[in-house]
Every structure is written in C-alpha cells, then in structure tokens.
C-alpha cells in the first residue's frame, strides 16, 4: 500500500465522495443482505415490531462533513445504485474517488473500486471508514489509500489543505423517509433534528465497541468542537439554516465531557434556548448530572449501554439501571437502552433471565447486538490470539443481527440468532410498540413541566408534546384495535394511555382517535401483508456538488 502524499492537482483535485450502492435489503453478490435494510431503527433496535416499526433512512455523515471541510470541488453521492455510480464517474472523471463503507459492505466496495479502474483508471482512489479495519483489506481490494479513524484531516492533508483549520459543519437533517403504520410520516422543515458531530471516539474503550476501536480506543476521543461556545455557535448556525429546535447530538459519549456540556447550557439560558436533545451516553456518565440538569440542557432522548450488570464493564459501576430507567422516563426523557446478547458469561440457562432483566427496564426503544468480536476491535484481537474466531463466516455476515462469529463456550452458532431473535420478540410481548412507549414518556414528561416555572423548560415541553396532541390519538386507537386479539395485556395499556391523551387534550385529539384510527388500522393491516410478501424500502439516491464542483 502507498504511502499518503498530496495529491498533484492539490486543491484543484476534483473530488467524489460516494457510500455504497444499492439496493441494500436483499442477498446478492456483492454481500447485500435482506436482514440489513439502509434503516438503523428497523434494522436493530424495532425489526420485530411488525407494522409498528420505526422506519427511515439517515444521511452518511462521514462524507458530508469531509465535503464541508475541504475547499476542493467535490460531489457527494449517497445510496447511488450501481449505474448511477458508473455514470457519475465516466461524466466526471475524477481526480479522487473516495469510497466510505462498514465492514459488511466489503464485496462492494471491491466492486466500486474495479468500477474506478475500468471506468475512470486516472482517479486515484481512498478507502474509509469502519470497513478500514478489515486486516488484510489491501488485498482484498484494489484501493490507492486506505484510511483508518477520522477522515478530514487526511483528505486535507491529501490535498494540501490546512489540515488545522476549524471544523465546518454542514446542515444534517438527521433522518428522512419517515414510515411507520404503513404510511409515510410527514416530516415539515424545522420538524425533525440536525445532526451535529461533536466529537469522535470513546474513551471508555469497551471491548466490543468499534467506534471506540476506530478513533483511537481506550482512553481517547477526538474533539470537533472542544468547548460549550463552539458548539452552541455551530447548533445556533443549524436552527437557522434549517429552522430546527432539535438536534441528534452524534457523539459516542456527549454528557462525559460535563465541563462541554454545562458550558453549553449556559449560553442556552443566557439566550433563552430551548432546545431538545438526542444524545449517547454511558451510564457513569449520565449520573454525573441531576435530573433537573439533564432536563435543564434539554436531554430529551438516551442512547445508553444496558449490558448485564454481571459483564462487569467499567461505564455501568454499581448503578441499578432498571432504577435509573424509570427516573429518566418519570422526566419525559426517551431511553434506548443497548443490550448485548451472548456475552461470556451467558448460558442457555441464564439467558432468558438475562433478556427478561433487559425488558424489564420498560426502554422506549430497545436493541438487542449479539456479542461480536468487529476486526479492529480489541475483543476481536482476544478471540484470534485464543483461536475462536470462525473461520467461515463472510464479513458481510459480521454486523451483530444474524449469527455467532466466535466459538461461545455455552451456545452455538444457531442458538444466538435463536436467541437474538427471541430477545426481541420478548421486549416487544412486554412493553409493546415503541410508538406507543414513547407517547408515554412523553407524556409523562409533559404532565411533569408543563407548569415549569421557567419559560425555556416549558417552551420545550411544548414542542415536544405539540405531535402527541394531534396525530397520537389515532395512532393509539389503531394499535390498541390492532393488538386487541394478539396481546390484550399491550392492547390495555394502549388505550389507557390514549384515554390519558383525551383527557388532557380535549375534544382535538378526541376527534383524531375516531377520524384517524381507522384509517390507521387499515394501512397497519396492508402494512403487515406487505411485508409478509417480503416488501422492503430503499433510500433515494442524493447528489450534492460543493459551489467549486458546480462551477
Ligand atoms: S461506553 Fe458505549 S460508546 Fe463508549 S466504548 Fe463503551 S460501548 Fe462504546
């Protein structure tokens, strides 16, 4: 493999940035498979929620904030299809084509890569993102670059950019092509989240955790913006640009940096924002704040760790988080907690207590991962030093929502996906459709602050109660009728919720239960034929050309 060196166009080099072709949801050659659709939320946290899943497709930010971050013209092309690639890249003939994949998308990037030899053999091509890790990649495709961790400052560098400069951060809509109840959500401008990257990296460093792994590992994270300022000028730039009040904080870690994040609600209150937030935190960083704290910055949604209290990872300390669960819901704040199936210590005889322990947080969203040594990972150098990796299983198989890739000492290779599979039928028997765990929450929240004596905490309650106040009713009315025969136990819970919603919202949503649900009901209906048909959806393709790339 080569060694980085710039470019000889430099900052005239023209660029193209591009994610894998698809489609995505179904088996084919290139290691496409109909378990892994381009939808996070379906994919591995609601997949077995049926007509209730949350379903909708996000932007691949890697390359987005690379365009943003350099000054030679580039185009950005997301979830091409194979001829669309080809055409883009026989129009333009590029001087660099950078391809960003994870490691299941390996047999396409192999593809795209002999695409640029035939179609455009003068390109010079880089490789990024998770699929970098793979050992060996330089021969498995035929790449100019290949480059590990964050990828501006090497493509910077690569073309002779101030690799130092500020970050710049582009205006990320944080997902698009809303579905769920088998009709398409309405998503207004200002209505859903900006995503915003603060940093990368986790410096817990647990050792299944490839975002860890990937930026550096334990002990290191890289900061994007390193104070509270930066980053409320930058979240100020995006309210404006797309008239938002919420944002997707992408940062593995956001509430372990306190100082960061205190600073950052201070000039929220000065400016009397009141802004929502959906964040990832640990649990030992998530008790570092108060309630009110957490409420006061506006944490609106959690995406926390909930491993097994027996796996002994050092970000869950003693905290009983069934107990911190039930807090967090009592404040209107969303969890979606992460469990791990598989882990060593696990057995077909523990398992199902384990599991049963996972449901019983009642999380608004729950995802169940097998446990997986990802190469680049530290528990995927353990299980090769110890002979236990699976020599036949095909990287495009390595995600965490299919089967074993180690050799477990208590349960096959069959038995996980069994037991993945059985994890979230469980959470979904018990606490139902995230739909309508979430309008609980957010009720509850609601019903808690309403009366907040401070306008900037009340305003954002406001904001976040205004959809369940409309359209909910008669979402909740077609869902209790539709599990009325299948979990009655669900189906109750259902309604009283949705006779709490009546009664705190008057006549309006009183009216949307009977006009809607119906309505609701039959799309659930044709929504679930479909999908037994094996009905599955794709992301649009985008292009987007920096001003240089136009011109
Ligand atoms: S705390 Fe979460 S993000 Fe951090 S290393 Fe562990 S699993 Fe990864």
Known sequence: ????????????????????????????????????????YHNQVTRAQGAFSVRMYHRSWGIMMI????????????????????????????????????IVNVGKVREMCRMVRRLSPESTIVVGGHVAAVPGLEYMIDADYIVKGEGIR????????????????PHIISGFGLRAMGVKIPQPP??????????????????????????????????????????????????????????????????????????????????GKSWSFYVFSSVNALRKYTAEELVDLGVSWVWMGLESPKSGYAKLGDTDTRDLARRLREHGIKLLGSSIIGLEHHTPANITEEIDYAVEHETDFHQFMLYTPVPGTPLYRQMAEE????????????????????SHSAISREESKILLDDAFARDYERNGPSLYRICRTTLAGWKRYKAHPDPRVRRRFEWEVRSISRAY?????????RLRKTNTAVSDKVRSLRLELD?????????????????????????????????????????????????
Request: glycine share 8%; hydrophobic share 40%.
């Open 473 to 481: 009713s008669g979402l909740l009315w077609a869902m209790e009728h």
């Open 67 to 102: 365009q943003a971050n350099i000054s030679a013209p580039c185009t950005v092309l997301d979830f091409p299809t194979r001829e669309v690639f080809e055409r883009e890249i026989v129009r333009h003939r590029y001087d660099i084509v950078g391809i960003s994949s994870i």
């Open 1 to 40: 493999m080569k060694q980085p060196a710039a470019h000889p166009k430099g900052t005239n080099a023209n660029v193209l940035l591009s994610s894998v072709f698809g489609p995505y949801a179904r088996d084919d050659e290139f290691g496409s498979r109909a378990i892994n659709p381009m939808e996070l």
């Open 387 to 406: 002979g236990r990796l699976l020599d036949d299983v095909d990287l495009a198989d390595i995600h965490g929502q299919y089967k074993f890739n180690f």
């Open 190 to 271: 200002g209505s859903t989240a900006a995503t915003i990257i603060p940093s990368v990296g986790c410096p817990m460093g647990c050792n299944f955790c490839t975002t860890s792994a990937f930026f550096g590992g334990k002990g290191r994270v890289q900061n994007f913006y390193e104070s509270g300022a930066d980053l409320f000028r930058v979240m100020c730039e995006a309210e404006q640009a797309l008239g938002v009040q919420s944002f997707f904080i992408m940062d593995e870690n956001f509430l372990l940096q306190r100082r960061r994040a205190l600073e950052l609600l201070d000039l929220m209150k000065a400016a």
């Open 154 to 169: 090497w493509m910077r560098s690569f073309l002779g950019e101030n690799v130092d400069a500020p970050i710049r951060h």
């Open 503 to 551: 009664a705190e919202f008057g006549r309006l949503a009183w009216v949307t239960a009977r006009l809607l649900g119906p309505l609701l009901l039959w799309t659930s209906w044709r929504e679930e034929r479909r999908l037994a048909k094996g009905r599955t959806w794709e992301p649009p393709t985008i292009i987007e050309r920096s001003e240089r790339a136009l011109t």
